[in-house]
């Protein structure tokens, strides 16, 4: 069956240290994998995107990888800040017809970052 | 900025009630998204629309209907609603092509009662 799966548990981690989340899939053969930033009580925020031919992506303190044979996407933020406790999700973006995405969401990791 | 609006943040309705949550963007986007959030469960997709009067299912379409009549307003409909219904509904728009992330609106909360 087809499964998209983060870590379940909370990850909590010290200020300044590097924060790393786990993506996994099953039977998907995503294009594009998206991750997004929520906050509680509001809609998700989109981070960063990357595609099925890139093996890495930054922004700023995040990165992104991406291995379609692992079937797995590390998401990393370096020098972490108490700033960046919220909830992380990923999402597989699997191409429709006209170029258009549909996303599948994983249930998403909560991180928290103490000071 | 692009600007994705939802009509209420908080809704009561009562069970066989009909709902009616409204969807505006501001940045001129064909593809638009109704999802629903549920802890443990996760974003779900009801149904999406890439064009004016276009839709299409998505995961967990029974028990809702959608109207697209304007590019910019995408409204999900719950005909009859029920207890099972009372989720995190969150409206997004995105842009085909590379540049196609999603950006969502605040969310309703709706409690059928």
């Known amino acids: 069956s087809q499964k998209i799966e983060q870590n379940s548990e909370a990850l909590n981690i010290q200020e300044g240290k590097t924060a790393t989340l786990t993506c996994n899939y099953t039977n998907y053969s995503p294009a594009y994998l998206q991750w997004y930033r929520q906050d509680p009580g509001r809609g998700p925020v989109f981070l960063l995107l990357i595609r099925e031919n890139e093996k890495e992506k930054r922004k700023e303190r995040l990165k992104v990888t991406f291995d379609t044979t692992l079937k797995q996407s590390l998401f990393h933020i370096t020098a972490s800040q108490p700033a960046d406790s919220a909830t992380y999700l990923c999402a597989l973006d699997l191409q429709l017809s006209g170029n258009t995405g549909k996303l599948i969401f994983g249930q998403g990791t909560t991180l928290q970052v103490k000071p | 900025d692009v600007k994705v609006t939802q009509s209420s943040r908080y809704l009561v309705k009562r069970t066989g009630e009909k709902v009616f949550l409204e969807c505006v963007q501001d940045?001129?986007?064909?593809?638009m998204f109704w999802y629903r959030q549920d802890p443990g469960l996760g974003l779900r997709l009801i149904y999406f629309s890439y064009d004016v009067k276009m839709k299409e299912k998505g995961d967990i379409p029974e028990g809702y209907s959608v109207s697209r009549e304007k590019k910019e307003r995408f409204s999900l409909i719950l005909e009859s609603a029920s207890t099972n219904q009372t989720s995190m509904y969150l409206c997004?728009?995105?842009?085909?092509?590379?540049?196609?992330?999603?950006?969502f609106g605040p969310g309703t909360r709706l409690t059928v009662t």
């Open positions: 997004a728009s995105s842009t085909p092509g590379r540049e196609r992330e999603q950006y």
């Open positions: 940045m001129d986007h064909e593809n």
